[in-house]
C-alpha cells in the first residue's frame, strides 16, 4: 500500500522559511508525479508544485509561489521536499503530500502538515 508522510510545518515570521518533507513508502515511484498541494481555512485545495520522480526532475510550480518555493527529491530517501522562501500569511494553509500514477488512476494523499506564517 502506497503511503505518503508530510511533516516540517510549523510558525514562521513573514519573509521566513520553512522546508517540508514528504517520505513516500510502499511502491516503486518510477511512474508516479509527487505534488504539494494547500487548502487554507475556507478555500478549496490548490496546486502548489509537482515534480516527476524519474528522469530530468521535471518541476511545475503555481504562479503564488513560482520564484519563492522549490520542489525537489531524494531518490535514495524516497522523500521529496519543498523548500518555502520568503513566506507570506497568504501561504498559511494545510500542505497536502500527492502521489499520482502517470499510467493508473491511482492517488495517494498524505494526512497533511500545518503552516502558518505571521504577518
Known amino acids: 500500500q502506497v503511503k505518503v508522510v508530510e511533516s516540517g510545518g510549523g510558525l514562521v515570521q513573514a519573509g521566513g522559511s520553512l522546508r517540508l518533507s514528504c517520505v513516500a513508502s510502499g511502491g516503486t515511484f518510477s511512474s508516479y508525479y509527487i505534488g504539494w498541494f494547500r487548502q487554507a481555512p475556507g478555500k478549496e485545495r490548490e496546486f502548489v508544485a509537482v515534480i516527476t520522480w524519474n528522469g530530468g526532475a521535471d518541476t511545475r510550480y503555481a504562479d503564488s509561489v513560482k520564484d519563492r518555493f522549490t520542489i525537489s527529491r531524494d531518490k535514495d530517501k524516497n522523500t521529496v521536499y519543498l523548500q518555502m522562501n520568503s513566506l507570506k500569511p497568504e501561504d498559511t494553509a494545510v500542505y497536502y503530500c500527492?502521489?499520482?500514477?502517470?499510467?493508473?488512476?491511482?492517488?495517494?494523499w498524505g494526512q497533511g502538515t500545518q503552516v502558518t506564517v505571521s504577518s
Open positions: 500527492n502521489a499520482k500514477s502517470t499510467i493508473t488512476v491511482y492517488e495517494y
